[in-house]
């Protein structure tokens, strides 16, 4: 189990930026990847941005390649998303994700979401 906070949503002009922030609870290194989401009303949650463990693997959703960069302080057990360039479609809730991958399993762990507004 890991409390994940998050927060540096808000609302922002299109082309603006903003840097969200997840604080863990414990040491984010513990987990196989630390990630963020997000979901928009009646659709599913999807990933948006992902790094691994060790730092070598990061992944990022087609939509925010070149404009969102995911990174960590692992001495502050926190996780951010610099967001830039950001579109109407970046509208959306944030959330962080850290999951742990034991054996054939993956358990999730969520924090509560962070609203993201971006106007035209």
């Known amino acids: 189990q890991v409390q994940l906070v998050e927060s540096g949503g808000g609302l922002v002009q299109t082309g603006g930026s903003l840097r969200l922030s997840c604080a863990a609870s414990?040491?984010?290194?513990?987990?196989?990847?630390m990630g963020w989401y997000r979901q928009t009303p009646g659709n599913q949650r999807e990933l948006v941005a992902s790094?691994?463990?060790?730092?070598?693997?990061?992944n990022y959703a087609e939509s925010v390649k070149g404009r969102f960069v995911i990174s960590r302080d692992i001495a502050k057990n926190t996780v951010y998303l610099q967001m830039n360039s950001l579109k109407p479609e970046d509208t959306a809730v944030y959330y962080c994700?850290?999951?742990?991958?034991?054996?054939?399993?993956?358990?999730?762990?969520w924090g509560q979401g962070t609203q993201v507004t971006v106007s035209s």
């Open positions: 790094i691994s463990s060790d730092g070598n693997i990061i």
């Open positions: 414990r040491s984010i290194a513990a987990f196989s990847t």
């Open positions: 994700n850290a999951a742990q991958k034991i054996l054939s399993r993956t358990y999730d762990n």
